[in-house]
T-cell receptor, first 117, second 114 residues
């Protein structure tokens, strides 16, 4: 079974609008972490935001926020006020087990976001 | 401040040839990882290292070997390349400390095996 599922292969959004990229996960470990990475066309992987399974509040980092619904096992990325530079591939990833030590990340297949002017 | 660097950036091999990909990090990170990225499949962990002199298998280790003789370097070897190993290879490192403990990625190596 897929541990990380990103059901949207591609999305598009108008500049300045908000967009939600979906991510669902599957784990029986009570302690885990969820990461979102951005991969622009240049190829590098850029860390965006993190949510720990015991975090009480949804994570936010500037225009990025994470809609964490633990019971539904979803960790959707919300990008507010989209910019042309947000056009990229976005990956959701999960670490099973507590933070600290090494992270064996499990990645989803990614969602390609296109921001239109 | 280089972060994580990878050498080479591009390589074309013939089936059966061997090569070594070099990853170097200057952040004094304890943990290092090698991933491969294939279309439609996200990144998959090949091997990882929890410290100098240690290595362990990830999700897709077959056909690859690794070594971590120095803390800052993590080498990925292909002894006899196959077309199925055509991929983009990413190295990453993490500190293992508290907080997010996110992985920092190198720029990737695009490998084509003919």
């Amino acid at each position: 079974a897929q541990k990380i599922t990103q059901t949207q292969p591609g999305m598009f959004v108008q500049e300045k609008e908000a967009v939600t990229l979906d991510c669902t996960y599957d784990t029986s470990d009570p302690s885990y972490g969820l990461f979102w990475y951005k991969q622009p066309s240049s190829g590098e992987m850029i860390f965006l935001i993190y949510q720990g399974s015991y975090d009480q509040q949804n994570a936010t980092e500037g225009r990025y926020s994470l809609n964490f619904q633990k019971a539904r096992k979803s960790a959707n990325l919300v990008i507010s006020a989209s910019q042309l530079g947000d056009s990229a591939m976005y990956f959701c990833a999960m670490r099973e087990g507590p933070p600290g030590g090494y992270n064996k990340l499990i990645f989803g297949a990614g969602t390609r976001l296109a921001v239109h002017p | 401040n280089a972060g994580v660097t990878q050498t080479p950036k591009f390589r074309v091999l013939k089936t059966g040839q061997s090569m070594t990909l070099l990853c170097a990090q200057d952040m004094n990170h304890e943990y290092m990882y090698w991933y491969r990225q294939d279309p439609g499949m996200g990144l998959r962990l090949i091997h990882y290292s929890v410290g100098e002199g240690t290595t362990a298998k990830g999700e897709v280790p077959d056909g690859y070997n690794v070594s971590r003789l120095k803390k800052q370097n993590f080498l990925l070897g292909l002894e006899s390349a196959a077309p199925s190993q055509t991929s983009v290879y990413f190295c990453a490192s993490s500190s293992g400390g508290g907080g997010y403990n996110e992985q920092f990625f190198g720029p990737g190596t695009r490998l084509t095996v003919l």
